[in-house]
């Protein structure tokens, strides 16, 4: 299983999260949204 970590720039700063409704919210906005597929930090059995 893996997860996503998003990120955009805004201004000089670039934003991180895992949240995908913050994406969802950026793009709306007109930012450049990049996801980035990673493992998850915890196990799940």
């Given amino acids: ?5 998003w990120h955009w720039t805004r201004g000089s700063s670039k934003i991180y ?7 969802e ?6 930012m450049l ?5 990673v493992k998850p930090r915890i196990l799940k059995y």
């Avoid at 999260?17 to 994406?23: D, F, I, L, P, Y």
């Fill in 17 to 23: 999260t895992r949240k995908t409704e913050v994406a």
């Fill in 1 to 5: 299983m893996s997860e996503f970590i």
């Fill in 33 to 37: 949204v990049m996801g980035v597929r």
């Fill in 25 to 30: 919210e950026a793009m709306k906005d007109g």
